[in-house]
């Protein structure tokens, strides 16, 4: 695990920067999940569908003149602002992601509230049991890390207790214990019917970056 | 669980029209899956982003003519041809789904090879912890189920063994053990370096679905 500790990438640029980039782009990123969401749920005729498509090639085209050769990276300055903005999870140009906000309590509690609708479908009308995970992981490791350390994950249990409706979910994670560099976490994602999915993890402190 | 094994639908339609709505939505799909991952790694300067979004809004706007109200389900004919184009993890009109394409052996293992780019993204240039688990997940449940039964993922048990770069991955299911209405699966995900993550997960049977 040691390459991932140490391959957050510091930039010398002020927060303006960042700043200026989110701004750019959140409009675009609006679009973007909206169009993730219609693309499953229209039922537009062949013509309209078809015009869409071509927009949409263009709007690419568009995007496609200047680009980041691979993924987006974790960027960080001196500040401590950090550009996570390709994070599957949390990542404010990722359509993919809801994006997850998270709530740092001052008792260690990390919090989040989201909506999610067609694009986390698993059954029908029902989150996906492996979206559940993938946001169960993510706030998980944040609570590990408490933004002041960089924990991988080393084990996950999941527990599905009930189905979870689409719609608004909350998370909330807590630290269990701490014993050298495992780091114990328990979380849970509940909806409209209560706790949906029970989540133990033990987090490791990697040796490079205890 | 018993609500989610009777949620699937049902629909009197032919093969055809299947058929006919995916060849319709698969330009636009493929669109789709372009923008989100130039939404991340985009560096086009400010007036191209602002047209691209502007383009994204006519195309979202054509295709909010005529929507389901809700998430896409899961509809199946007579013959067995299902579309369960919304899923999180293989909905083809779903642009958060790689989409991972599943391969049903003769031997009961489930494979699957796909791609991931920097939408997937966790740590800087690898999967994401939580992707991981939604792919395996749904791979754990599709063998489990075989297509032949509903089931519920249980609980799901990840060790996180390695990091997994982004590019190619391979996962792979089997069934360990049946024993009633709980049948455990073993799976894992693979990269350039190896095994990544290995996953044990207990499915069940719902009693209205045995």
Redesign the interface.
């Known amino acids: 695990?040691s390459?991932?500790a140490q391959?957050?990438?510091f930039v010398d640029l002020p927060d303006a920067y960042f700043d200026e980039i989110e701004t750019?782009?959140a409009?675009?990123?609006a679009?973007?999940r909206?169009?993730?969401d219609?693309?499953?749920?229209?039922?537009?005729?062949?013509a309209?569908?078809?015009?869409?498509?071509e927009?949409?090639?263009?709007?690419?085209d568009?995007?496609?003149?200047?680009?980041?050769p691979?993924?987006?990276?974790?960027r960080f300055n001196a500040s401590g602002r950090a550009a996570n903005?390709?994070?599957?999870?949390v990542?404010l140009?990722?359509?993919?992601a809801p994006p997850m906000q998270t709530r740092h309590g001052d008792d260690g509690v990390v919090r989040a509230s989201l909506h999610l609708?067609?694009?986390?479908?698993?059954?029908?009308?029902?989150v996906?049991?492996?979206?559940s995970?993938?946001?169960?992981?993510?706030l998980m490791?944040e609570t590990a890390s408490q933004f002041k350390r960089f924990t991988?994950?080393?084990?996950?249990?999941?527990?599905?207790v009930?189905?979870l409706p689409?719609g608004p979910v909350e998370l909330e994670g807590r630290i269990v214990s701490e014993e050298g560099r495992k780091i114990r976490v328990h979380a849970s994602i509940a909806g409209g019917a209560g706790v949906a999915v029970e989540a133990d993890g033990l987090f490791i402190v990697p040796r490079d970056a205890a």
């Open positions: 695990m390459s991932l391959s957050f990438e750019r782009f409009p675009l990123t679009q973007a909206r169009l993730v219609l693309t499953i749920r229209s039922e537009a005729d062949e309209d569908v078809a015009e869409a498509a927009l949409l090639r263009r709007a690419n568009l995007l496609e003149r200047r680009t980041r691979f993924a987006a990276g974790v903005w390709g994070n599957a999870a990542g140009r990722n359509a993919i609708g067609a694009a986390y479908e698993g059954p029908p009308r029902h996906h049991g492996g979206v995970a993938l946001l169960l992981d993510h490791g991988a994950t080393g084990t996950l249990t999941l527990r599905y009930a189905p689409l």
